[in-house]
């Protein structure tokens, strides 16, 4: 009896260990980083490349296509705020999803949304 205690204080010593130095619980965190890109509406191109900003928050640079086959279009958003699973930068908020998607929606005149696949992760 005292070794299935002595069994279970030590896997409940090593389970908190792991919640305290981060090392359980990481593989499920959803990472913004990287080139994600898709179609808005299920038409015209778009590419978010999302990096942290060197002031504060995310910097997201949005490439989109106007009409299909003119030259892709380009803006940068800074001080994007990234909480729990959706980062907000001005117009734009993109809801992340652990399996490598997300869903882009732009808060225009008339809203768009884009399903969105991560092309490259990046570590900065």
Known sequence: MKMIKSCLRLAVAL????????????????SPLGIWEGKSDGE???QFTISK????????????EENS??????????NG????????A?????????DGTALATGHFKEPR???LKKKKETKK
């Open 113 to 115: 949304t884009a399903s």
């Open 90 to 98: 001005d117009f734009i908020e993109i809801k992340f999803k652990k």
């Open 53 to 64: 900003s060197e002031k504060s928050g995310y910097k997201v640079i949005y490439e989109w």
């Open 69 to 78: 086959g003119e030259p892709i279009s380009k803006r940068t958003l800074e």
């Open 15 to 30: 389970i908190l260990l792991g919640f305290v130095t981060g090392r359980i619980g990481a593989a499920d965190e959803i």
């Open 44 to 46: 015209w191109k778009v």
């Open 81 to 88: 705020q990234f909480k729990e699973d959706t980062l907000k």
